[in-house]
């Protein structure tokens, strides 16, 4: 069965970077991508990456600040984040879509990580 772990969250100031990996295991070829949750808030999609990674979606929100990647052959995706604000504090999840699109909304994504804090605050 698909197992994704995320790493590389923490603690970091307004303006500081983080970079999050997603390791995965099992039949993990499709599209993936990252989804964040703060407190009291719903479950947004942050950034997506097909297959061959050709194809990115980036919420607006990110755009310019953060790069979605993938390593193939390493069987793991990353999330390079920078100019961090504290509207950025959230747990960010990995998750995986087979034979998905990265238009595609996150329900349609069946596989998911156990999650990674990052907290932005001075």
């Known amino acids: 069965q698909v197992q994704l772990v995320e790493s590389g969250g923490g603690l970091v100031q307004p303006g500081g970077s983080l970079r999050l990996s997603c390791a995965a295991s099992?039949?993990?070829?499709?599209?993936m991508a990252w989804f964040r949750q703060a407190p009291g808030k719903e479950r947004e999609s942050v950034a997506a990456?097909?297959?061959?990674?050709?194809?990115?979606y980036y919420a607006e929100s990110v755009k310019g600040r953060f790069t979605i990647s993938r390593d193939n052959a390493k069987n793991t995706m990353y999330l390079q984040m920078n100019s961090l604000r504290p509207e950025d504090t959230a747990v960010y999840y990995c998750?995986?879509?087979?034979?998905?699109?990265?238009?595609?909304?996150?329900?349609?994504?069946?596989?998911w990580g156990q999650g990674t804090q990052v907290t932005v605050s001075s």
């Open positions: 998750a995986l879509n087979p034979g998905g699109s990265v238009a595609d909304p996150q329900y349609k994504y069946g596989y």
């Open positions: 099992g039949r993990t070829g499709g599209t």
């Open positions: 990456i097909s297959w061959t990674g050709r194809n990115t």
